[in-house]
Protein backbone atom coordinates (compact mmCIF):
# COMPACT_ATOMS: atom_id res chain seq x y z
CA UNK A 1 0.00 0.00 0.00
CA UNK A 2 1.05 3.49 -0.37
CA UNK A 3 2.90 5.79 2.30
CA UNK A 4 -0.09 7.71 2.30
CA UNK A 5 -2.86 4.83 2.93
CA UNK A 6 -0.20 3.69 5.62
CA UNK A 7 -0.33 6.67 7.35
CA UNK A 8 -4.28 6.81 7.12
CA UNK A 9 -4.55 3.59 9.28
CA UNK A 10 -2.08 4.85 11.73
CA UNK A 11 -3.96 8.03 12.35
CA UNK A 12 -7.67 5.89 12.41
CA UNK A 13 -5.93 3.24 14.85
CA UNK A 14 -4.42 5.99 16.74
CA UNK A 15 -7.97 7.66 17.08
CA UNK A 16 -10.15 4.81 17.99
CA UNK A 17 -7.57 3.80 20.76
CA UNK A 18 -7.99 7.28 22.53
CA UNK A 19 -11.81 7.40 21.94
CA UNK A 20 -11.50 3.74 23.78
CA UNK A 21 -9.31 5.29 26.88
CA UNK A 22 -11.72 8.19 27.01
CA UNK A 23 -15.27 5.40 27.16
CA UNK A 24 -13.34 3.52 29.90
CA UNK A 25 -11.86 6.76 31.59
CA UNK A 26 -15.62 8.07 31.53
CA UNK A 27 -17.46 4.81 32.31
CA UNK A 28 -14.97 4.41 35.81
CA UNK A 29 -15.31 7.90 37.01
CA UNK A 30 -19.07 8.05 36.21
CA UNK A 31 -20.80 5.01 37.18
CA UNK A 32 -18.30 3.31 39.00
CA UNK A 33 -17.26 5.29 42.21
CA UNK A 34 -15.73 3.09 45.22
CA UNK A 35 -13.75 3.77 48.32
CA UNK A 36 -10.61 4.96 48.13
CA UNK A 37 -7.46 4.28 49.86
CA UNK A 38 -4.57 6.17 49.43
CA UNK A 39 -3.75 6.23 45.65
CA UNK A 40 -5.90 2.42 45.53
CA UNK A 41 -9.10 1.60 44.80
CA UNK A 42 -10.59 -1.10 47.00
CA UNK A 43 -13.54 -1.68 45.88
CA UNK A 44 -16.30 -3.67 47.60
CA UNK A 45 -16.77 -7.12 46.10
CA UNK A 46 -18.93 -9.16 48.38
CA UNK A 47 -21.98 -8.38 50.17
CA UNK A 48 -20.71 -8.46 53.81
CA UNK A 49 -24.13 -9.39 55.26
CA UNK A 50 -24.64 -12.52 52.61
CA UNK A 51 -21.73 -12.83 50.94
CA UNK A 52 -23.45 -12.44 47.64
CA UNK A 53 -20.82 -12.62 44.69
CA UNK A 54 -21.71 -11.88 40.72
CA UNK A 55 -21.70 -15.29 40.21
CA UNK A 56 -24.85 -15.88 42.51
CA UNK A 57 -26.77 -13.21 41.12
CA UNK A 58 -29.71 -13.92 39.30
CA UNK A 59 -28.98 -12.28 36.33
CA UNK A 60 -31.46 -11.29 33.35
CA UNK A 61 -29.98 -11.66 29.16
CA UNK A 62 -30.94 -8.58 27.35
CA UNK A 63 -33.16 -8.43 24.40
CA UNK A 64 -31.87 -7.07 21.08
CA UNK A 65 -35.37 -5.83 19.48
CA UNK A 66 -33.59 -3.48 16.78
CA UNK A 67 -30.30 -4.80 14.99
CA UNK A 68 -28.21 -2.37 12.85
CA UNK A 69 -27.89 -4.84 9.78
CA UNK A 70 -24.28 -3.32 8.90
CA UNK A 71 -22.86 -3.29 11.98
CA UNK A 72 -24.83 -6.35 14.38
CA UNK A 73 -24.48 -6.54 17.90
CA UNK A 74 -20.97 -6.10 19.22
CA UNK A 75 -19.23 -7.39 22.55
CA UNK A 76 -19.89 -3.71 23.29
CA UNK A 77 -22.97 -3.16 22.73
CA UNK A 78 -23.81 -7.03 24.12
CA UNK A 79 -22.07 -5.57 27.49
CA UNK A 80 -23.55 -2.15 27.57
CA UNK A 81 -26.89 -3.52 27.36
CA UNK A 82 -26.34 -6.18 30.17
CA UNK A 83 -25.38 -3.11 32.06
CA UNK A 84 -28.68 -1.41 31.22
CA UNK A 85 -30.68 -4.61 31.77
CA UNK A 86 -29.54 -5.06 35.44
CA UNK A 87 -29.19 -1.77 36.80
CA UNK A 88 -28.89 -3.31 40.23
CA UNK A 89 -25.68 -4.74 39.13
CA UNK A 90 -23.20 -2.04 38.40
CA UNK A 91 -20.19 -4.41 38.87
CA UNK A 92 -21.34 -5.55 35.68
CA UNK A 93 -20.08 -2.34 34.25
CA UNK A 94 -16.32 -3.14 35.49
CA UNK A 95 -17.01 -6.04 33.94
CA UNK A 96 -18.17 -4.30 30.42
CA UNK A 97 -14.20 -2.79 30.57
CA UNK A 98 -12.54 -6.15 31.04
CA UNK A 99 -14.58 -7.66 28.39
CA UNK A 100 -13.24 -4.41 26.00
CA UNK A 101 -9.84 -5.01 27.05
CA UNK A 102 -10.36 -8.59 26.40
CA UNK A 103 -11.69 -8.29 22.72
CA UNK A 104 -8.81 -5.31 22.36
CA UNK A 105 -5.98 -8.33 23.28
CA UNK A 106 -7.39 -11.04 20.91
CA UNK A 107 -7.60 -8.84 18.01
CA UNK A 108 -4.21 -8.09 18.54
CA UNK A 109 -3.04 -12.01 19.07
CA UNK A 110 -5.30 -12.56 15.89
CA UNK A 111 -3.28 -10.54 13.53
CA UNK A 112 0.19 -11.38 15.30
CA UNK A 113 -0.86 -15.08 14.82
CA UNK A 114 -1.58 -14.76 11.20
CA UNK A 115 1.34 -12.79 10.58
CA UNK A 116 3.65 -14.74 12.53
CA UNK A 117 5.42 -16.55 9.48
CA UNK A 118 5.75 -13.48 7.68
CA UNK A 119 6.84 -11.49 10.92
CA UNK A 120 9.40 -14.34 12.02
CA UNK A 121 7.43 -15.06 15.36
CA UNK A 122 7.53 -18.47 14.60
CA UNK A 123 9.75 -21.20 16.30
CA UNK A 124 10.79 -21.69 19.89
CA UNK A 125 12.24 -18.59 22.17
CA UNK A 126 15.33 -17.95 21.85
CA UNK A 127 16.03 -20.59 19.66
CA UNK A 128 15.08 -23.06 22.20
CA UNK A 129 16.01 -24.21 25.44
CA UNK A 130 13.52 -21.78 27.36
CA UNK A 131 11.38 -23.78 29.16
CA UNK A 132 7.76 -22.49 31.53
CA UNK A 133 6.70 -23.98 34.75
CA UNK A 134 4.97 -26.90 32.78
CA UNK A 135 8.18 -28.39 31.69
CA UNK A 136 7.40 -27.00 27.82
CA UNK A 137 9.57 -25.24 25.81
CA UNK A 138 8.26 -22.24 25.17
CA UNK A 139 7.66 -20.40 21.64
CA UNK A 140 8.08 -16.92 20.66
CA UNK A 141 4.54 -16.13 20.85
CA UNK A 142 3.92 -17.87 23.92
CA UNK A 143 6.10 -14.63 25.76
CA UNK A 144 4.67 -12.30 23.38
CA UNK A 145 0.86 -13.07 23.68
CA UNK A 146 1.45 -13.35 27.14
CA UNK A 147 2.71 -9.96 27.59
CA UNK A 148 -0.45 -8.74 25.25
CA UNK A 149 -3.04 -10.20 27.48
CA UNK A 150 -1.30 -9.27 30.61
CA UNK A 151 -0.70 -5.68 30.05
CA UNK A 152 -4.33 -5.42 28.20
CA UNK A 153 -6.11 -6.32 31.24
CA UNK A 154 -3.80 -4.57 34.17
CA UNK A 155 -4.46 -1.36 31.94
CA UNK A 156 -8.13 -1.57 32.63
CA UNK A 157 -7.54 -0.62 36.23
CA UNK A 158 -10.23 -3.26 37.03
CA UNK A 159 -7.63 -6.20 37.46
CA UNK A 160 -6.04 -7.06 40.99
CA UNK A 161 -4.49 -10.35 40.18
CA UNK A 162 -3.28 -11.92 37.00
CA UNK A 163 -2.24 -16.04 36.66
CA UNK A 164 -1.33 -17.04 33.71
CA UNK A 165 0.35 -20.55 32.13
CA UNK A 166 3.41 -18.84 30.98
CA UNK A 167 3.64 -17.64 34.58
CA UNK A 168 6.08 -19.42 36.86
CA UNK A 169 7.13 -17.39 39.91
CA UNK A 170 4.40 -15.79 42.55
CA UNK A 171 4.86 -12.02 42.45
CA UNK A 172 3.55 -8.74 43.47
CA UNK A 173 3.54 -6.40 40.59
CA UNK A 174 3.01 -2.44 40.05
CA UNK A 175 5.14 -1.86 36.99
CA UNK A 176 5.68 -3.49 33.91
CA UNK A 177 8.54 -5.69 34.25
CA UNK A 178 9.54 -7.93 30.91
CA UNK A 179 10.35 -10.53 32.63
CA UNK A 180 8.46 -14.16 31.90
CA UNK A 181 9.04 -15.85 35.14
CA UNK A 182 5.90 -14.90 37.22
CA UNK A 183 3.00 -16.91 38.54
CA UNK A 184 0.40 -14.47 40.24
CA UNK A 185 0.74 -10.72 39.68
CA UNK A 186 -0.91 -8.45 41.82
CA UNK A 187 -1.71 -5.06 40.40
CA UNK A 188 -1.94 -2.86 43.20
CA UNK A 189 -1.11 0.72 41.16
CA UNK A 190 -5.04 0.49 40.04
CA UNK A 191 -6.28 -1.75 42.47
CA UNK A 192 -9.11 -3.50 41.89
CA UNK A 193 -12.22 -5.85 42.40
CA UNK A 194 -11.26 -8.87 39.86
CA UNK A 195 -9.05 -11.85 39.26
CA UNK A 196 -8.19 -13.22 35.77
CA UNK A 197 -6.61 -16.83 35.00
CA UNK A 198 -5.33 -17.47 31.02
CA UNK A 199 -3.74 -19.28 29.15
CA UNK A 200 -2.83 -16.84 26.47
CA UNK A 201 -2.07 -19.01 23.52
CA UNK A 202 -3.55 -22.79 23.94
CA UNK A 203 -2.31 -25.10 21.08
CA UNK A 204 1.30 -22.73 20.26
CA UNK A 205 2.87 -25.73 19.24
CA UNK A 206 0.61 -25.46 16.30
CA UNK A 207 1.52 -22.31 15.23
CA UNK A 208 4.30 -23.04 13.08
CA UNK A 209 2.32 -25.44 11.07
CA UNK A 210 -0.80 -23.26 10.53
CA UNK A 211 -3.09 -25.27 12.65
CA UNK A 212 -5.57 -23.61 14.87
CA UNK A 213 -4.72 -22.11 18.35
CA UNK A 214 -6.67 -20.19 20.73
CA UNK A 215 -6.82 -18.25 24.14
CA UNK A 216 -8.55 -19.02 27.38
CA UNK A 217 -9.43 -16.75 30.11
CA UNK A 218 -11.87 -16.84 33.37
CA UNK A 219 -13.04 -13.92 35.81
CA UNK A 220 -13.11 -14.28 39.75
CA UNK A 221 -14.26 -11.78 42.07
CA UNK A 222 -11.14 -11.00 44.49
CA UNK A 223 -12.42 -11.13 47.86
CA UNK A 224 -12.48 -8.64 50.50
CA UNK A 225 -9.83 -9.74 52.90
CA UNK A 226 -6.85 -9.77 50.09
CA UNK A 227 -4.37 -8.22 52.05
CA UNK A 228 -2.44 -7.75 49.23
CA UNK A 229 -4.01 -4.64 47.69
CA UNK A 230 -3.23 -2.03 50.54
CA UNK A 231 0.47 -2.95 51.15
CA UNK A 232 2.73 -0.05 49.87
CA UNK A 233 5.10 -0.79 47.32
CA UNK A 234 8.46 -0.65 47.64
CA UNK A 235 10.79 1.22 45.04
CA UNK A 236 13.78 1.15 43.08
CA UNK A 237 16.07 3.92 42.50
CA UNK A 238 16.65 4.70 38.93
CA UNK A 239 20.47 3.62 38.20
CA UNK A 240 23.10 6.20 36.50
CA UNK A 241 25.73 5.68 35.01
CA UNK A 242 28.77 7.86 33.39
CA UNK A 243 28.91 7.44 29.54
CA UNK A 244 32.11 9.65 28.66
CA UNK A 245 30.89 13.27 29.51
CA UNK A 246 27.18 11.96 29.92
CA UNK A 247 24.94 10.82 32.35
CA UNK A 248 22.77 7.92 31.07
CA UNK A 249 20.13 5.29 32.52
CA UNK A 250 18.44 6.84 35.06
CA UNK A 251 14.31 7.66 34.79
CA UNK A 252 11.48 7.53 37.33
CA UNK A 253 11.70 4.96 40.69
CA UNK A 254 10.23 1.52 39.71
CA UNK A 255 8.27 -0.41 42.22
CA UNK A 256 9.85 -3.80 43.01
CA UNK A 257 8.45 -7.38 42.63
CA UNK A 258 7.75 -9.50 45.82
CA UNK A 259 7.13 -12.87 46.15
CA UNK A 260 3.43 -14.20 46.76
CA UNK A 261 3.13 -17.10 48.30
CA UNK A 262 0.33 -19.88 48.06
CA UNK A 263 -1.55 -18.69 51.04
CA UNK A 264 -1.84 -15.39 49.26
CA UNK A 265 -2.52 -16.43 46.23
CA UNK A 266 -5.93 -18.32 48.02
CA UNK A 267 -6.25 -15.51 49.76
CA UNK A 268 -6.82 -12.90 46.56
CA UNK A 269 -8.74 -14.72 44.89
CA UNK A 270 -6.40 -16.82 42.60
CA UNK A 271 -7.41 -20.26 43.84
CA UNK A 272 -10.82 -20.48 43.47
CA UNK A 273 -13.25 -23.35 42.60
CA UNK A 274 -14.61 -23.02 39.05
CA UNK A 275 -18.00 -22.48 40.53
CA UNK A 276 -16.57 -18.95 41.87
CA UNK A 277 -16.15 -18.12 38.50
CA UNK A 278 -18.11 -14.39 36.95
CA UNK A 279 -17.60 -15.10 33.31
CA UNK A 280 -15.13 -17.03 31.11
CA UNK A 281 -14.28 -17.21 27.62
CA UNK A 282 -12.28 -18.23 24.76
CA UNK A 283 -10.82 -16.59 21.47
CA UNK A 284 -10.33 -19.25 18.95
CA UNK A 285 -7.78 -18.53 16.10
CA UNK A 286 -8.38 -20.34 12.52
CA UNK A 287 -10.16 -19.64 9.80
CA UNK A 288 -11.90 -16.96 11.34
CA UNK A 289 -11.59 -15.48 14.34
CA UNK A 290 -13.55 -16.36 16.88
CA UNK A 291 -14.84 -14.99 20.43
CA UNK A 292 -16.88 -17.32 23.01
CA UNK A 293 -18.05 -16.46 26.13
CA UNK A 294 -20.42 -16.17 29.44
CA UNK A 295 -21.39 -13.89 31.68
CA UNK A 296 -22.74 -14.90 34.79
CA UNK A 297 -22.64 -18.33 33.64
CA UNK A 298 -26.51 -18.31 32.86
CA UNK A 299 -25.88 -18.69 29.08
CA UNK A 300 -23.10 -18.85 25.98
CA UNK A 301 -22.72 -16.27 23.61
CA UNK A 302 -20.39 -16.33 20.33
CA UNK A 303 -18.75 -13.76 18.40
CA UNK A 304 -16.99 -13.83 15.02
CA UNK A 305 -14.50 -10.98 14.11
CA UNK A 306 -14.98 -8.71 11.10
CA UNK A 307 -11.84 -7.72 10.04
CA UNK A 308 -13.30 -5.03 7.47
CA UNK A 309 -14.47 -3.05 10.47
CA UNK A 310 -12.09 -4.51 12.76
CA UNK A 311 -14.74 -5.60 15.25
CA UNK A 312 -16.61 -9.49 17.08
CA UNK A 313 -20.10 -9.52 15.84
CA UNK A 314 -23.02 -11.71 17.24
CA UNK A 315 -23.06 -14.76 15.29
CA UNK A 316 -24.03 -17.05 17.69
CA UNK A 317 -26.73 -16.48 19.79
CA UNK A 318 -27.17 -18.27 23.25
CA UNK A 319 -24.78 -21.85 22.32
CA UNK A 320 -26.81 -24.79 22.88
CA UNK A 321 -24.85 -28.44 23.34
CA UNK A 322 -27.60 -31.00 22.45
CA UNK A 323 -28.34 -33.76 24.64
CA UNK A 324 -26.99 -36.20 23.01
CA UNK A 325 -24.77 -34.57 19.82
CA UNK A 326 -22.79 -35.62 16.74
CA UNK A 327 -21.34 -39.37 17.44
CA UNK A 328 -17.85 -37.50 17.50
CA UNK A 329 -15.42 -38.35 20.22
CA UNK A 330 -12.38 -36.20 20.42
CA UNK A 331 -9.14 -37.52 22.26
CA UNK A 332 -5.69 -38.27 22.35
CA UNK A 333 -5.40 -41.92 20.32
CA UNK A 334 -1.40 -41.42 20.84
CA UNK A 335 -2.17 -42.89 24.43
CA UNK A 336 -4.58 -45.62 24.54
CA UNK A 337 -2.86 -48.06 26.17
CA UNK A 338 -1.83 -45.92 29.01
CA UNK A 339 -5.28 -45.02 29.81
CA UNK A 340 -7.33 -46.47 32.42
CA UNK A 341 -9.37 -49.65 31.59
CA UNK A 342 -12.29 -48.26 31.77
CA UNK A 343 -11.79 -45.55 29.13
CA UNK A 344 -10.16 -47.89 26.39
CA UNK A 345 -13.46 -49.92 26.79
CA UNK A 346 -15.33 -46.82 26.66
CA UNK A 347 -13.40 -45.47 23.16
CA UNK A 348 -13.23 -48.99 21.92
CA UNK A 349 -17.59 -49.60 22.24
CA UNK A 350 -18.00 -45.73 20.17
CA UNK A 351 -15.96 -46.94 17.48
CA UNK A 352 -17.40 -50.64 17.09
CA UNK A 353 -20.82 -48.82 17.28
CA UNK A 354 -21.62 -50.64 20.67
CA UNK A 355 -22.20 -48.02 23.13
CA UNK A 356 -25.84 -46.72 24.25
CA UNK A 357 -26.66 -45.51 20.36
CA UNK A 358 -25.40 -48.17 18.67
CA UNK A 359 -23.87 -45.73 16.43
CA UNK A 360 -20.16 -45.95 15.34
CA UNK A 361 -18.44 -42.45 16.67
CA UNK A 362 -16.51 -40.87 14.35
CA UNK A 363 -12.66 -39.66 15.78
CA UNK A 364 -11.46 -35.61 15.62
CA UNK A 365 -8.52 -34.54 17.58
CA UNK A 366 -6.81 -30.94 16.71
CA UNK A 367 -4.65 -31.35 19.63
CA UNK A 368 -5.69 -27.55 20.62
CA UNK A 369 -8.16 -27.85 23.64
CA UNK A 370 -9.91 -24.28 22.09
CA UNK A 371 -10.31 -25.87 18.76
CA UNK A 372 -11.62 -29.35 20.14
CA UNK A 373 -14.21 -27.73 22.32
CA UNK A 374 -15.01 -25.22 19.91
CA UNK A 375 -15.93 -27.99 18.17
CA UNK A 376 -17.86 -29.72 21.05
CA UNK A 377 -19.93 -26.92 21.13
CA UNK A 378 -21.27 -26.58 18.12
CA UNK A 379 -21.66 -30.18 17.30
CA UNK A 380 -21.62 -32.05 20.55
CA UNK A 381 -19.87 -35.57 21.29
CA UNK A 382 -17.63 -35.57 23.85
CA UNK A 383 -13.61 -33.62 24.40
CA UNK A 384 -11.12 -35.23 26.67
CA UNK A 385 -7.93 -35.75 28.09
CA UNK A 386 -7.98 -38.87 30.58
CA UNK A 387 -5.41 -39.96 33.29
CA UNK A 388 -2.56 -42.43 31.65
CA UNK A 389 0.67 -43.67 32.38
CA UNK A 390 2.78 -40.39 31.51
CA UNK A 391 0.14 -38.02 32.93
CA UNK A 392 -1.06 -39.59 35.78
CA UNK A 393 -2.78 -36.45 37.16
CA UNK A 394 -4.08 -35.33 33.26
CA UNK A 395 -2.53 -32.99 30.92
CA UNK A 396 -5.18 -29.49 31.01
CA UNK A 397 -4.48 -27.36 34.13
CA UNK A 398 -7.91 -26.48 36.26
CA UNK A 399 -7.65 -23.33 37.26
CA UNK A 400 -7.06 -21.62 33.64
CA UNK A 401 -8.21 -24.69 31.07
CA UNK A 402 -10.11 -27.16 32.43
CA UNK A 403 -12.81 -24.25 34.75
CA UNK A 404 -13.31 -21.91 31.93
CA UNK A 405 -14.11 -24.48 29.95
CA UNK A 406 -16.55 -26.14 32.36
CA UNK A 407 -18.20 -23.11 32.86
CA UNK A 408 -18.56 -22.36 29.53
CA UNK A 409 -19.95 -26.17 28.62
CA UNK A 410 -22.63 -25.79 31.50
CA UNK A 411 -23.14 -22.66 30.25
CA UNK A 412 -24.21 -23.96 26.91
CA UNK A 413 -26.33 -26.93 29.09
CA UNK A 414 -23.36 -29.61 28.38
CA UNK A 415 -21.23 -31.34 31.35
CA UNK A 416 -17.68 -31.55 32.54
CA UNK A 417 -16.57 -33.65 35.01
CA UNK A 418 -13.29 -35.27 36.15
CA UNK A 419 -13.22 -38.35 37.35
CA UNK A 420 -16.67 -38.62 39.14
CA UNK A 421 -16.15 -34.81 40.38
CA UNK A 422 -17.81 -31.85 38.82
CA UNK A 423 -15.17 -29.82 37.48
CA UNK A 424 -16.33 -26.27 38.52
CA UNK A 425 -16.47 -27.96 42.31
CA UNK A 426 -12.72 -28.91 42.07
CA UNK A 427 -10.33 -26.14 44.21
CA UNK A 428 -7.04 -25.88 42.66
CA UNK A 429 -4.19 -27.04 45.22
CA UNK A 430 -2.10 -24.46 43.36
CA UNK A 431 -1.92 -22.34 40.35
CA UNK A 432 -0.60 -25.13 37.94
CA UNK A 433 -2.42 -28.42 38.86
CA UNK A 434 -3.69 -31.05 35.97
CA UNK A 435 -6.77 -32.40 36.22
CA UNK A 436 -7.96 -35.56 34.07
CA UNK A 437 -11.36 -33.80 32.35
CA UNK A 438 -14.34 -34.94 30.09
CA UNK A 439 -16.19 -32.12 28.20
CA UNK A 440 -19.18 -32.18 26.37
CA UNK A 441 -22.94 -33.17 25.59
CA UNK A 442 -24.43 -34.25 28.71
CA UNK A 443 -25.13 -37.73 27.92
CA UNK A 444 -22.20 -38.37 26.43
CA UNK A 445 -19.91 -37.48 29.51
CA UNK A 446 -22.59 -40.03 31.51
CA UNK A 447 -22.39 -42.54 29.08
CA UNK A 448 -18.88 -42.44 29.18
CA UNK A 449 -18.55 -41.90 33.35
CA UNK A 450 -20.82 -45.27 33.33
CA UNK A 451 -18.00 -47.52 32.72
CA UNK A 452 -16.43 -46.50 36.06
CA UNK A 453 -19.44 -48.04 37.68
CA UNK A 454 -20.01 -51.11 35.31
Known amino acids: CSCSDMMMFIITFLSLLAVDAFVSSASSSVFSPSPVVGRRHIPPVLN ?16 FSEVCEYSGITVARYMLENVRTNPGHPELVELASIMSAIDRACKTISMLVRESELSGLTGLHGGGGSINVQGEEQKKLDLITNTVLKNSLRFTGKMGVLASEEEDEPVLLDG ?12 EEYGSKFVCVFD ?10 NIATGTIFGIFAIPEECSLLGQEPEYEEPNWEMNGMYMTGGGVPTEKDTVVTDAQMRECG ?11 GYCLYSSATTLVFSLGGKSCQGFTL ?3 VGEFVLTHPDMKIPARGKPIY ?16 Y ?7 EGQTSTKYTHRYIGSMVGDVHRTLLYGGIFGYPADLTNKNGKLRLLYEAAPMAYLIEAAGG ?6 QRVLDMVPGHTHQRVPCFFGSRDDVLEMRSYYSA
Not at 200 to 209: F, R, T, Y
Not at 331 to 343: C, F, H
Request: charged share 30%.
Open 347 to 353: VTALQKG
Open 415 to 420: MALSDA
Open 270 to 280: ALQAGNKLVAS
Open 48 to 63: AEHGEALHEIDMVEPV
Open 176 to 187: DVPRAEKDVIIS
Open 330 to 345: SVNEANRWEWEAPIRE
Open 200 to 209: PLDGSSNVDA
Open 306 to 308: DES
